[in-house]
């Protein structure tokens, strides 16, 4: 006959021409991600909006580093001679140890380049570093503000503090350009759930006897 059928399209061209929902629906959460994190990088470099503001970021930064809580923790733990201070030290020390690691294995994971305004000027990094997802300094604050309510009597202005320490230290890592929004939201969520993981699996010296020898 003298009619004639279109040839149907490769199957990968139909995926383009046809994308789901879920793939717009990420595409666009991507891209307001992108775009919040550059119009809050306010601090990213000397001449954004509130570069003068920088130097007081660089120091939260340095806060919410996993090296001052490490040495921090490990020089408690030698000088402790309260065996209650040293088992709270040594679970400390065991969820900064894992958080180290998980943060670094989803870096190396998901490999999201850092923002394109960020500055690498970064306080003692590794080469994982190079990587935004998830902002460790954010897992790490939640995951130290969480313990530390749960382990140490405080009064309730200075619980108040230890919790916007955590919230300020989130949102100081977009403001310097170093992570995008999403890093820090996951970042947040991830400390917080690493701490039930910490309790979980909580060092005594019943159940982590050698350990408990060496101090």
């Excluded at 809580?69 to 065996?83: E, I, K, N, P, V």
């Excluded at 999201?112 to 300094?137: E, L």
């Excluded at 939640?142 to 108040?160: K, N």
Aim: net charge positive; aromatic share 8%; charged share 15%.
């Amino acid at each position: 006959s003298g009619s004639s059928t279109a040839a149907p399209l490769p199957e990968e061209d139909c995926m383009k021409l046809n994308p789901s929902f879920l793939g717009i629906a990420l595409s666009s959460l991507l891209a307001i991600d992108l775009w919040a994190s550059k119009r809050l990088g306010v601090c990213a470099r000397e001449g954004s909006p509130w570069g003068s503001a920088r130097p007081l970021m660089k120091v939260i930064e340095v806060s919410g580093h996993g090296i001052p809580w490490l040495l921090g923790t490990f020089y408690g733990l030698c000088q402790s001679d309260s065996s209650a201070a040293r088992e709270v030290l040594l679970n400390l020390l065991f969820a900064l140890l894992l958080d180290l690691v998980l943060v670094a294995v989803v870096k190396g994971l998901v490999k999201r380049p850092r923002p394109m305004h960020n500055k690498m000027d970064m306080f003692v990094t590794v080469s994982v570093d190079k990587y935004s997802f998830p902002s460790g300094h954010a897992t790490r604050a939640a995951l130290v503000c969480r313990f530390i309510l749960h382990h140490l009597v405080l009064a309730v202005p200075l619980r108040v503090l230890v919790v916007l320490w955590a919230l300020i230290v989130g949102i100081s890592r977009v403001m310097l350009g170093r992570h995008n929004v999403t890093d820090v939201l996951f970042g947040l969520l991830l400390g917080y759930a690493l701490y039930s993981v910490v309790e979980y699996c909580w060092l005594s010296p019943l159940s982590a006897p050698a350990l408990f020898a060496l101090w």
